[in-house]
């Protein structure tokens, strides 16, 4: 009982965050230098051009009288549409959610496994030239600006020898293996991003335990070294293992927005940047509420998971 | 002539760059706008059908729509243009051409003007074009409650009848020998009276397909275009691409087939490239450093003459935009546009002269802040220190403040005394000096109100005969020379990437990127 | 002293990383005696002209510096940026994460759940947002990244202070009646310090991403001012016609990234190492 108690507490709290962030980001929005208005009519707009759209935008409207509007809508399960281009929200970002989807999971897929090998060979190897090469190698990555990553991928794949699209211009249409082949070089520059992190964090986690007295007990037994990290180490460094991975995936829906700028990759991330650009208060909302949403979730899931993998925390004193 | 020949093959072979055609065609004598038309253009015109128009452009945003009254960006420029057509058109050559409109006509004094709409254009709906669709699309931007960036430029109209199916009457408030050009203007394209302009049906060369705001928009050719032969491409594509590496890499890797905005950095680099063109091309936007003239210091006419000398154009032309445009005369129009006063002495960099000034306004050294921010034009920031640099060796002291590029129009231009600013330019002078110099505009952005200048823009406006026009026009540019508060230092080119599959008529408009707004239906496949 | 003989006996990677560690450190304070140009001097009024053809060191940038000398200016600039953030972010993320564990209830309650709110926020949102209200000083910069940062390092510090303030010689602390500021010092700080520099490597290094990121979005520092993030960004379109400029500032930032964790890396062995014989 004690585990569905937690996660109710914990959705409770994030409902509360998620609804203190649209405050927020209301507030957030409003400070910001200019109105939709504004910017919709771009550096030439005539005072009572900007008048006439605030008033056809509901933006001569008090904040707070707005804000009431659209929360009670969106507890109804209406998003609303964008002020901007007038569009149903749930139809503008639908897509766009799909396809950041697409992307983090295929770059996860690819990703999580490589890390976790990575990181059981270092622990395996620990000390040696290999170890400390993809220590080094890693290191490396984790450094580079992610678009520079993405512009020498794209420099050496898809300009020099023509193998992979420069741009990853999906379509809904496209069949599935035209979408992966399209998103091949995202993929690659996000799992070069992440796989860093994960592995470090896995060897560390693992190389921790192997200090721990029942490891010391399967070496002395004389088990094998590869045997005791994927059999005994692995299934009791989880926990940290999972908190990364999990934050990680996180990233990958919540963080990619300069991987979808230099790839051309039409997800969430670009699309919340030009709503916060143009200020269309009701996209940012539904937008921040993803990823918000997102980071909760996939954060509980990592307690959760920690606490039915380790016997200790399921039964707290 | 033979020389020229030669070289343009070795130029189409891709054994001279183009830069270094432009010199040695220079040499020749042959400057002048012999050289655009080599860029893979045929002579002949032997124009070929078939094919799709991949465009990769910057200026696109997920808050586009299909109303021409809000359009502000690139993408919808050309998109517009693609799918919808104007009254009037300007030619490649500049000149001013009808395009739904047959023919027209002024009224003695320009106060009214009747425009004879093509027999026979039809919708892509099929319906047939009639003179109250003109009227129909006009008003959306006029209607008291109008979001349309056009209201301010409209308001001149007085009253907009459809005389007959093919007759519109437009009466102005007061004479504008100009107001055909007025009708070239991006937002007002035509649309069926019956329809609302989000639906996206027009007379233009394109049917629109799908459109994804920010992302993409595709059109196949229409058939029943009115302009003979026109289209050339079979279908078009156009994809949202705000990344300027990312353009560039697309057009490299063979994905699109032409991109505007190519970084001035990386234009002479892309330049070098086989089977890529750079189209370098002068148009009317140029950079501004406004100042207000009705602030101190700078209502001294001889602190703003110490500023204007101050400034070192030259360094500016090729550290900011690497060569790709030319040096600003202080005045808001390019050489080649009509009535451009080529009497007056060219402004260079000349320390002794704005001393000679600042001593004139009882000055030995001067303190002034100027605002910038990247959002004025990219390299503003560091125009600003070269500036600040170039001025400090005449005893000015220019305190760069840095604005944040976000609400930068909202919140710095036409608020703050001394600012950079960036402006498209407009294709005739009048439009120009209303836009920005007028008493009384929404967008003067440097309050410098000569009487005499107010009343020839005035004079100008109304007057048909071509010669006073020039000289009134003549006078009011000597004026802005000598005492106007707004700096030009520079006209920037429009620089795009063009595949060199694709062909082009040989002369390429000027008034905006892109064969101004209309590579869709001038260019082709070779 | 007994630092430098600690480290004496390091192995070479902790010692190597230490020299580079000391070169950076030196090129930073140096940078206008040892740099050939100044910050913002342009040499050519042209693009990334190359060494040989300029006859200086690394070539030119994107507008005709010198890029040796913006490397120089930029360490000075990156390092003392960097430095200031991670600092501030460990000092606000530290004490706020000891105070939490050490007083508890409500507090705690409170301080946990502002910074599970500021971490729901997408970070780069977060700072697109703040930036483009109080606009892009690099004192805002620095505040607004230090925020950012601090809330992994609240999450740490109280994680660690939990553990430890449920300990005796805290309890006998509280009894004695020492204040909450000794105690977060004098007892909580030391028993924590080993995980936390192991933090401290990995965000310093974050810092210059993220300022990198920022530039991306046209929130970084503010030109002519030499950073490496800005740097990478500014150069990175030459990297597709095969000029190596931007990959000068990436490996600076890489170098320094490698050197720093190989000290803390020798650092963590060896204070585990200590911590296993008590």
Sequence with gaps: MGLLQLVAKRLGFGLLALFVITVLISLGVEVLPGDLAQSILGQSAAPDTVAALRRELGLDRPLHVRYGEWLFNFLQGDMGTSLANKREISELIGQRLLDTLFLAVAAAVVAVPLALALGVLAALYRETLFDKTISMVTLGFISLPEFLIGYILVALFAVQVNWFPAISNITPDMPFLSQLYASALPVAALTFVVVAHMMRMTRAAIVNLMQSPFIEMAQLKGIAAARIIVHHALPNALSPIINVIVLNLAYLVVGVVVIEVVFVYPGLGQLMVDSVRVRDLPVVQACVLIFGATYILLNLTADILSIIGNPRLRHPK | ?526 | MLFLKEFAKAGWPAKIGMAVILVYLFCAIFAPLIAPYAETEVIITSPWVSAEESGTLLGLDQLGRDLWTRVLYGARNTITIAIVITLLAFFIGMAAGFFAAVVGGLTDQLLSRIVDIIMAFPTLFFALIVLSILGTSVPVLIVVIAILDSTRVFRISRALAMDISVMDYVEVAKLRGEGLWWIMRREVLPNALTPLIAEFGLRFCFVFLFISALSFLGLGIQPPAADWGSMVRENAAAITYGIMTPLVPALAIAILTIAVNLVVDWFLRKTSGLRDEV
């Design chain 2, 1 to 526: 002539m033979t020389q020229i020949k030669q070289l343009e093959t070795l130029l189409r072979q891709g054994k001279i760059s183009r830069r270094d055609f432009l010199k040695r065609a220079g040499a020749l004598g042959a400057a002048g706008a012999a050289p655009l038309s080599m860029l893979g253009a045929s002579p002949a015109f032997a124009a070929k059908r078939g094919g799709r128009l991949r465009l990769g452009l910057a200026g696109g945003s997920t808050d586009d729509t299909l109303d021409p009254g809000t359009i502000t960006d690139f993408f919808m420029q050309v998109l517009t243009h693609a799918i919808r057509s104007n009254v009037t058109e300007i030619a490649p050559d500049g000149s001013l051409v009808g395009d739904l409109a047959e023919s027209w006509e002024g009224a003695p004094g320009a106060k009214e003007w009747n425009f004879v709409i093509r027999r026979g254009v039809e919708f892509h709906n099929g319906k047939t074009l009639t003179a109250a669709d003109v009227v129909a699309s006009l008003r959306h931007h006029i209607r008291p409650d109008s979001t349309s960036a056009m209201k301010g430029p409209l308001e001149q109209i007085e009253s907009l009848r459809a005389l007959s199916p093919r007759l519109m009457q437009v009466k102005l408030k007061t004479g504008n020998a100009d107001f055909p050009y007025t009708l070239t203007d991006y937002h007002l394209g035509v649309w069926p009276e019956d329809e609302s302009p989000l639906q996206g049906t027009g007379t233009g060369p394109f049917i629109l397909g799908d459109f994804e705001p920010g992302v993409r928009a595709s059109a196949r050719r229409n058939p029943n275009y009115h302009k003979e032969g026109r289209p050339f491409f079979d279908e078009l594509a156009i994809t949202a691409i705000e990344d300027a590496s990312a353009r560039s890499n697309a057009l490299r890797a063979g994905e699109v087939d032409a991109i505007n905005r190519v970084e001035y950095k990386t234009a002479n680099l892309m330049d070098r490239l086989p089977g890529i063109n750079v189209l370098s091309i002068t148009g009317t936007g140029h950079y501004t450093i406004p100042m207000f003239a009705d602030v101190a210091p700078f209502n001294d006419v001889n602190v703003r003459r110490a500023l204007r000398w101050a400034i070192d154009r030259e360094a500016l032309l090729q550290t900011i935009i690497n060569g790709h445009g030319a040096v600003g005369n202080d005045l808001p129009i390019a050489r080649h546009q009509p009535f451009y006063n080529t009497s007056l002495e060219q402004r260079t960099y000349d320390p002794d002269k704005a001393k000679f000034h600042l001593k004139q306004a009882g000055l030995s050294s001067l303190d002034v802040q100027v605002s910038t921010a990247d959002a004025a034009f990219s390299g503003a920031v560091d125009a600003a220190v070269l500036y600040k640099e170039h001025a400090a060796k005449a005893g000015i002291n220019i305190d760069v403040v840095r604005e944040s590029s976000d609400g930068y129009w909202s919140n710095v231009w036409l608020k703050k005394p001394w600012v950079f600013c960036f402006w498209g330019g407009r294709p005739t002078q009048d439009q120009m000096w209303t836009v920005a110099y007028q008493k009384g505009a929404d967008w003067n952005d440097n309050h410098w109100y000569n009487d005499r200048f107010q009343s020839l823009l005035l004079q100008a406006r109304a007057e048909v005969d071509e010669e006073l026009r020039r000289e009134m026009y003549w006078e009011m540019q000597e004026l802005h020379w000598d005492e106007g508060a707004t700096i030009v230092p520079l006209f920037n080119n429009f620089v795009s990437g063009v595949s060199s599959k694709i062909a082009t008529t040989g002369t390429i408009s000027g008034t905006a990127e892109m064969d101004g707004y209309r590579a869709t239906e001038r260019w082709w496949f070779a």
